[in-house]
């Protein structure tokens, strides 16, 4: 078995408020290997987006890592020291977030952000450093790129700011890109390439990628394996082809549902009833229950803990648990 690049090991993040604590990670567990792409799916406020702040050492104050373990490569970093973690940041580990507004300073210019950015984490030279520069914002996609390196970042459409970002965050050769939503506010052209671009020059490079999105269809055409996030847990995880044609969550269920296909007849898309629970109404037992289809006594009482459904797979599902027959619930949802 090849040692994983990052293994994640029952991470909890909370936030402390004056009416009390509210946990929006609850002991969140995944490996990513060498080269691979992981997905993150779930709707809003499921913790993806945390999770990826909580990898990169940038969780917001007073949040905090209340606990759990952060490996990369055999070290732990979630307890290391502000300065010897930034050195990781950008170097090791790179980040796309979904505003390429919030990632690029608009008083510099794009040669001056990413050559920086080299030279920080890499023992190069100015002329060298712009040299990668240029050929990193021509590899991504960006036209005439030695011409418009010395652009400043309103200068560059949507589409094309979002590549910059990605050359921002793969101009230090991380081993692990970290990808936020990175398409959310593209044309739908414009974010397959934006995806086609980050998933090609990090396998070129050997980058691993946690891709964070509430897209399935992206998913299912980029990752290697699918994280199910609901309400600070993962539901579901396996490789993305199982848990596509097999999904075992009732609510994966639901999300797989919800996507059109070319060659579906029925009129209405499956829908999931309810809305995801705040972090300060997080019902007893599975999260999920007062939404699921299948929902019977135990669910509402405690919380099941993740069950192995073959080679690399789990479900967070008392359906699956020994001993417990699935009619039973059937039974128990008929009777609301």
Partial sequence: MTEPLLSVRDLVVEFPTRRGTLRALDKVSFDIAPGEVLGMVGESGAGKSISGSAIIGLIEPPGRIAGGEIWLKGERIDNLPPERMRRIRGRR????????????????????????????????????????????????????????????????SGGMRQRVVIALALCAEPELVIADE????????????????????CAERGASVMLITHDMGVIAETADRVAVLYAGRIAEIGPVRD??????????????????????????????PGSMPRLNAIPEGCAFNPRCPKVFGRCRVERPEPVTRGP????????YARGQAEPSGEEEARRG
């Fill in 243 to 272: 848990v596509i044609r097999n999904a075992e969550h009732p609510y994966t269920v639901g999300l797989m549902g919800s996507i059109p296909t070319l060659v579906q007849t029925a009129d209405r898309l499956t829908q999931i």
């Fill in 93 to 156: 580990i790179g980040m796309v977030f979904q505003d390429p507004l919030t990632s690029l300073n608009p008083l510099y210019t794009v040669a001056e952000q990413i050559t920086e950015t080299i030279r920080t984490h890499l023992d190069v030279g100015q002329r060298e450093a712009r040299e990668r520069a240029i050929a990193l914002l021509d590899r991504v996609g960006i036209p005439a790129a030695r011409r418009r390196i010395d652009d400043y970042p309103h200068h560059f």
């Fill in 312 to 319: 690399g797979r789990e479900v967070a599902c008392w359906l």
């Fill in 182 to 201: 990175p398409t959310t506010a593209l044309d739908v052209s414009v974010q397959a390439q934006i995806i086609d671009v980050l998933k090609e020059i």
